[in-house]
């Protein structure tokens, strides 16, 4: 049911992505992504190493997609990855990107240079603020009005969780 995503997976990962630039403030593209483009970002992942993209697959249909990307580019920062999860608008809401996210963290967790995970949360966003503390992350702070998407502004909140701890039960 989980696995690395493969290049045939592209056009699935651009039609779950798409419709939350379309139709959502979760995301702050403002425009819809193309094939070339999210060629460009399927390129940066791996399937060892710090930065991953896994799906969640019901035979040839995709669920959601999870992925873990470089959190800033100076070295320092190498240890920390920024991380992200993306349900189809069919699948959201079931409980299934739990354990989809559990698994991307299990995955980063057995990195031997991966020590925190970092995610942006745009808000109000309830369900993604429950999955976040649900597997252990905690709040870190608010940059209130950091985007616009829609005509009005909106909050991104903060979460990071540290990846040598032991997962919430």
């Avoid at 896994?54 to 959190?71: H, K, N, P, T």
């Avoid at 959201?92 to 949360?121: D, F, K, M, W």
């Avoid at 940059?143 to 540290?162: N, S």
């Amino acid at each position: 049911m989980f696995r690395p995503a493969q290049p045939g997976d592209l056009s699935q990962l651009s039609r779950i992505y798409n419709h939350y630039v379309e139709n959502s403030h979760v995301t702050f593209d403002l425009k819809v992504q193309s094939l070339t483009e999210r060629e460009l970002w399927y390129s940066s992942f791996a399937e060892t190493g710090p930065y991953r993209l896994i799906v969640m697959a019901e035979g040839d249909e995709l669920l959601g997609y999870a992925s873990s990307v470089r959190f800033r580019p100076k070295p320092a920062y190498a240890s920390t990855v920024e991380t992200s999860i993306y349900m189809d608008p069919g699948h959201s809401g079931h409980g299934l990107g739990s354990s989809l996210y559990t698994e991307l963290l299990h995955e980063l967790q057995a990195e031997p240079n991966v020590h925190r995970a970092i995610a942006a949360l745009a808000m109000p966003n309830p369900g993604s603020m429950i999955l976040h503390k649900r597997l252990g992350f905690r709040v870190v702070g608010t940059f209130y009005q950091a985007g616009m998407k829609f005509g009005r502004f909106w909050d991104i909140t903060w979460m990071e969780r540290d990846l040598n701890a032991a997962a919430p039960t």
